[in-house]
């Protein structure tokens, strides 16, 4: 069942999630359902907040549902390592119609749990780094808005602010 993706503003996305202890019928749906709204949207990582549930939950599919192989569900996620730098530009589905180049570490170690609650670690590079680390971010409450500096920062929150002024957002 897609689930809708909720925006900029919205309280859950400005919080830090709460650890998943479940791993029944509840859970699994909800994983479900995020896996085909982010195909969906279409994006290649969605964090629980992002459709309204503070769960320690993120997705990711740096392949958009071309390798099924590529399909990544964290439960939990912890970071064990980070190292490097990388520069890209990023997006978010929950702040649609903006894009900002995002300093993230090059390489990222997670380790967590799977969708069954097995324990799962995994090295990435690349976008899959900078995706794992975009996820996390929404885990604790962080957008990558308020990862950029104030000037930035402030122009893209401002044009929020209006678009939802106007019903837009
Ligand atoms: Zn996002």
Known sequence: MLRPIVRHGAAVLHQPAQAVADFGD???????DMIQTMYAAPGV???APQVGVGARVFVCDISVGRNSADLIVFINPEFVERDGMQLEEEGCLSIPGFNATVARPARAVLKGLDRHGEPQTLEATGLLARCFQHEMDHLDGTLFVDRL?????????R?????AK???W
Request: glycine share 12%; hydrophobic share 45%.
């Open 149 to 157: 500096r104030g000037l930035q920062k402030d122009l893209i929150v």
């Open 45 to 47: 990582g969605l964090a």
């Open 26 to 32: 509840k859970t699994q749906a909800l994983i479900d």
């Open 159 to 163: 044009k929020i602010k209006k678009l």
């Open 166 to 168: 106007a019903g837009k």
